[in-house]
């Protein structure tokens, strides 16, 4: 390949992981890239998990064996198994050398001393390659992973000007990666609430809008949990700021284990002393008892009063939900009732009837707060 083909070649995978909008995304550009690159007929991308001494396969492209998923989900290799990345890690790198790359081909050394056999070249055996280049993939200054491209049987193997050019590859990968790291973060960031690791409202608006769609086109059952911690201003009135987060943080974790109960539900923190349950799919019955234990578990808190709890699902008999907003006004009609009448069950809105009053105050053109005054000056007390 000229040095202006591989120059093209670098820029478009340079290009390819920027345009990624997602991690899977830019490990596809970037194996897609180093493929074409260097003309070879599959590659792979895949990190290094220390913690678990394994090299985990992120992304398979090209012409795949059987065996090989383009997004694999537990395609893993114990390190062990490589002594190339050992050697790698524990010698070149530590003692100052370079991240090189090196070549492997089918009619290499498969055999060594007893017990041993060199994964690599039984794996382009088995599959029937000739060769390929491995390029170790270096990120903030630590081994990260590598980038592997192979070559088919019927064609030149790779030589050493091709290692050296899968070196350059794998920098232009690592900062490719580094910038998918950066926007993952901000994307982290930007839905999470800081305090309590939750999700936060921007998260739970995007995620609702897309549930209520999966509802207006396959009918799934969309619920939502909206609650208000109780007590929190007089904690930090009387106990400081710092108890009230605490609090905060407390109450948080209690509806992240809740809402793991429900398979794929969000728990989130809408602000301040509002939380919720976002759940698609599971029965509103299930949602409302979730929320019930939610409401008894928030009760025993020793800091705090409980919890008012509303709940809304579009399973229950509330009317046509067509819009994210008509869902969570009505959550949020059965959160004010339950506040004002001191519930300590969650309030489900349409379970009263034809007049339910919690379905009338989401729905009626008025402010909710008169709403809520009016509710004040009642004794009845929610079904459940």
Known sequence: MGEDRRLRAVVELAQGMAAAHTPRESWRAAALGACHALAGSFAALSVWERELGRLRVLANVGERAPDEEEFPEAEAYPVHQFPEITEFLHERWAGGGGPNAWVETAGGPAAGPAGYCHQRVAALRKRGRGCCVVAPIVLHGRAWG???????????????????????????????????????????????????????RRAVDVRLDEAIELHRQ??????????????????????????????????????????AMLPGTLA?????????????????????????????????????????????????????????????????????????????????????????????????????????????????????
């Not at 193997?157 to 050019?165: E, G, I, P, S, Y």
């Not at 509002?274 to 409401?295: K, S, T």
Request: charged fraction near 30%; proline fraction near 6%.
């Open 146 to 200: 590598e980038l592997y491209v192979a070559r088919p049987a019927a064609v030149p193997v790779f030589d050493r000007a091709d290692a050296d050019f899968a070196t350059v590859l794998a920098s232009v990968v690592a900062a490719g990666i580094a910038q998918t790291e950066r926007l993952e973060e901000a994307r982290r960031l930007a839905f999470t609430d800081a305090l309590t690791g939750l999700a936060n």
């Open 218 to 259: 396959e009918g799934a059952a969309v619920s939502l949990v909206v609650c208000d911690l109780n007590g929190l201003k007089n904690v930090n009135d009387t106990r400081g700021h710092a108890v009230g987060d605490r609090l905060l943080e407390r109450f948080g974790s209690v509806l992240s284990l809740c809402g």
């Open 268 to 384: 989130a923190r809408l602000g301040g002393d509002e939380f919720c349950l976002l759940a698609v799919g599971p029965p509103a019955d299930e949602v409302v008892r979730i929320a019930d234990e939610l409401c008894r578990r928030a009760a025993e808190l020793e800091l705090g009063e409980g919890v008012a709890c509303g709940v809304a699902s579009t399973a229950d008999p509330i009317g046509p939900v067509r819009s994210a907003r008509r869902l969570f006004r009505l959550a949020d009609a059965a959160q004010y009732r339950a506040k004002a009448v001191r519930a300590a069950k969650p309030v489900v809105a349409g379970r009263e009837g034809p007049d339910d009053p919690v379905v009338r105050l989401a729905d009626a053109p008025s402010p909710m707060r008169g709403e809520r005054r009016r509710f004040r000056g009642r004794h009845e007390h929610p079904r459940p």
